[in-house]
């Protein structure tokens, strides 16, 4: 544009000096015109010269006007005053828009005035105004300034270029304003993307159309630690290969499909080391739509990737064996399931638990018990396969899977070789221990699909492993299940039948056929089931024991029996009552001080009026602490008396050593003894043993007078049974005896 600018001036110079030329010619102070070699030409044909030239002028001045009004530029002629002599077209469009000539072409204006009102200090008045002053005084031929110009709702760019003009003898100048907003425009541009590009923290890759690097920014290099000039001209794709030619198709076909592509790619550094990048590949296209290039935007995550994976182990790991933990178990066992359910394969879930390590933790401390499960950790990781699965779900519980394995001789072999290799002894603060371990299994997809019931009942069997003696490995069975479901349902309609009192005590007597009198009463307990009518202790006892209620429920029996016994003393009726304690009541510590406390509750009832019964086969199991137990009754006053004897086989040294005061016969010798010569000696040495060990002996299940009279013979006096009485409800028992004593039935078993 200011080539052009040039041009004009000089055409427009030119012109005029021709014109003065000719004014000179006609005013008479020349008398000649010569050619440009200074030949002279004729005056007559000076004159057509001049007619001509006058002509030529004539054009000219159209011909300047009409190519001044078709610039874009807007133009202004000054004359040596600065006055403004003429504009274009363009400056007079510009002025009508722009009102700070207040004028429509500005004609008549001194431009230095104008330059004074130009709004804003970019246009620089001052320096502008001391420009043209010296272009006008010869000083200088040129003068340029570049500025912005704001309108009320835009924002335009001009360069002002004024050169000399000389005409009439007197000098001028051109004062050109250039319209340069697109080029500026893009020159800031330019510039933002060039500041982005190297200010940028981001790495800036540009790839040509080949795939080819254009320019990478300081920032790619920082982060990959290659030079600008290590990569310009390499292939862009050098920095794929570590995430393989399937990826790079990928990113191809993204571009290809959306013009962009975004990721994470593994990378290496010029030092070797690999690294993360989260890259965003645009393409770039030009206005009609051909590839330019494509700029890749470079993040290095790696230590955001690192970040997260520690999360990711803290979420997912066992912070003390490293093991998966429940989490991570569930994604696993849900992968497992998924992929053996595709190949048609199986899978074996098994749970694990140590059978002894609450001992380790009591007497090694914790930090020991976080050893051994560290050490039990490996030696289970060291006894599976890769593709296994071990996770640690909790304190000792462990979970293992195991895929594509059939529940027959393989997976026995796995967990035989498990449970003996957890069986060896560990070194523990430099002594040994030994743990041992239960195991449950259940099979996909025999026992269950899904993988929560699988680990259910993987839990359920592991249970079952510890019920059977622990130390050993269990496969779920459907069918135990089932039992468990009902025992759970049983056992909460008894928790409701407590609730609702529906349990009740009968009492069976228990004679001296001596002389008839009536040693105590043995509290039964009945349930009074709403729709089953009356049921034995057959019929429940067998949930109560081992379950959570069982000491419950001994209690309310207790307190039922002293209540009883209460009420019989205000009838005056002093007899004895015995209850009968469950092995697990008698094992469970403070059963003595419980019996007390209660008693003390009952002021009227001296401790000898309770006696408890104690199973033979109980007594005998867990001999030292029944031994413990018992001693502490007694000694709080109360009665002790081992039921069912005979059915123990309790040796003699055991026999000697337990206190108590009565031995009942099991009902089943005295039953047949009247035809079984074998039940017959079993009451018979019975009787001798108590005797020598002065003992009461008593024998229950007597179901005839008969059996009475034999026992009787045999010096066994005490008896209880259908025979003399079947249990009955506490309100008939005052009756009962009554009767028992008007009849004296004894009377006639004497021969
Ligand atoms: P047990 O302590 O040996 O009680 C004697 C059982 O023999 C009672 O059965 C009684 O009804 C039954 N019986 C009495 N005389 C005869 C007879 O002449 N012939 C026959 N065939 N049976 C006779 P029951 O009441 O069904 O009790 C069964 C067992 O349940 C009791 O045996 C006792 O071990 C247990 N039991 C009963 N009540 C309780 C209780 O409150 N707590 C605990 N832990 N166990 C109880
Ligand atoms: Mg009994
Ligand atoms: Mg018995």
């Known amino acids: 544009m200011s080539r052009q600018a040039d041009e004009l001036v000089d ?49 000219f001045s159209e011909q300047q006007t009409a190519i001044l009004n078709a610039l874009p530029a807007h133009i202004a002629l000054l004359d040596a005053n600065a006055n403004i002599i003429d504009v274009n077209e363009a400056w007079r469009h510009f002025s009508a828009s722009n009102s700070t000539t207040g004028s429509q072409d500005s004609i008549g204006f001194n431009y230095l005035d104008v330059c004074d009102a130009a709004p804003g200090e970019a246009f620089e008045a ?73 200010a940028s923290n981001d790495g800036v890759v ?5 795939g080819f690097i254009v320019d990478v920014n300081p920032a790619y290099s920082r982060i990959s630690g290659f030079s600008q000039e290590e990569l310009k001209g390499k292939r862009g794709s050098i920095h794929l290969r570590l995430n393989g030619p399937e990826m790079e ?26 690294y993360v990048q989260k890259v965003s590949v645009s393409t770039v296209r030009d206005d009609s ?143 040994t221990a030994r743990v041992s371990s239960s195991v449950g299994v259940a099979l996909f997809p025999d026992d269950a699909e899904d993988p929560d019931t699988l680990l259910r009942f993987a839990d359920q069997a592991m249970y079952s492993a510890k019920a059977a003696g622990r130390n050993r490995y269990f496969r779920f069975d459907s069918r135990e299940v089932q039992q468990m479901e009902e025992r759970k349902s049983q056992l909460q309609s ?32 009945r349930w009074q089931h709403p729709e089953r009518g009356l049921l034995s202790p057959a019929e429940f006892l067998g949930i109560v024991i081992d379950s959570d209620y069982e000491i419950r429920f001994g209690e309310y029996v207790l307190e039922t029996a002293l209540a009883q016994l209460d009420r019989w003393q205000e009838q005056g009726l002093h007899i004895q009552v015995s209850i009968n304690v469950s092995g697990n009541e008698l094992r469970q510590a403070g059963l003595a001080d419980r019996i007390a406390s209660r008693l003390a509750q009952h002021v009227g009832i001296h401790p000898s009026q309770l006696e408890i019964e104690v199973l033979e086969t109980t007594a005998i199991k867990d001999i030292d602490q029944v031994l413990v137990a018992l001693t502490q009754c007694r000694s709080t006053g109360i009665q002790v008396s081992l039921d069912d004897f005979g059915t123990g086989y309790s040796s003699l040294t055991i026999f000697r050593r337990l206190p108590v005061d009565t031995l009942k016969i099991d009902q089943s010798f005295i039953r047949d003894m009247l035809v079984d010569s074998n039940d017959r000696s079993i009451v018979e040495s019975v009787i001798h043993m108590a005797r020598a060990f002065n003992r009461n002996v008593v024998a229950e299940g007597v179901e005839t007078m008969e059996h009475a009279r034999v026992l009787l013979e045999m010096g066994c006096f005490q008896v209880q049974g259908h025979g003399i009485a079947p249990p009955m409800d506490a309100a008939a028992i005052p009756d009962w005896i009554r009767e028992w004593q008007r009849q004296r039935v004894w009377e006639s078993l004497r021969g």
């Open 249 to 274: 198709r990928k990113i191809e076909e993204a571009l290809e499909a959306r013009d962009h592509w975004s990721g994470e790619l593994r990378a290496q550094r010029k030092d070797g080391e690999v």
């Open 289 to 431: 739509g051909q590839v330019v290039n494509y700029i890749t935007v470079v993040n290095d995550i790696t230590r955001l990737k690192a970040h997260e994976a520690e999360l990711d182990r803290v979420a997912h790991y066992d912070v003390l064996t490293g093991l998966p933990n429940r989490r991570l178990l569930t994604d696993r066992l849900e992968q497992a399931v998924r992929h053996a359910r595709r190949h048609a394969e199986s899978l074996a879930v098994c749970y694990l638990d140590l059978d002894n390590f609450k001992p380790i933790n009591d007497r090694w401390g914790h930090e020991a018990g976080d050893r051994v499960l560290v050490d039990v950790a490996r030696r289970l990781e060291n006894c599976l396969r890769e593709s296994d699965t071990l996770s640690r779900i909790g304190g000792d519980e462990f979970v293992f899977l195991l895929p594509s394995i059939d529940g027959g001789s393989e997976l026995d072999q796995v967990l035989e070789r498990l449970l003996s290799t957890l069986q060896e002894p560990l070194t523990v603060n430099g002594g």
């Open 206 to 210: 540009i790839i040509d159309t080949e």
């Open 126 to 198: 001052h320096r502008t105004a001391a420009g043209i002053r010296a272009i006008l005084a010869g000083e200088s031929d040129s003068f340029s300034l570049e500025y912005p110009c704001h309108g009320p709702d835009t924002k335009r760019w001009f360069n002002m270029v004024a050169t000399p003009l000389r005409s009439f003898q007197q000098r001028g100048a051109v004062v050109m304003h250039i319209d340069i907003t697109d080029r500026k425009l893009a020159e800031l541009e330019l510039r933002r993307a060039a500041g982005f590009f190297s």
């Open 11 to 59: 055409l427009v110079t030119r012109l005029r000096e021709i014109e003065e030329r000719i004014v000179e010619l006609t005013e008479g102070s020349v008398d000649a015109i010569t050619d440009s070699q200074g030949r002279p030409w004729l005056l007559s044909r000076a004159q057509q010269e001049l007619r001509e030239r006058s002509e030529l002028q004539r054009q």
């Open 494 to 525: 008894i928790i409701d039948g407590l609730k609702h009192h529906e349990f009740i005590l009968q009492y069976q007597p228990k004679v001296d056929l001596r002389d008839g009198s009536l040693i105590g009463v043995e509290a039964l307990v």
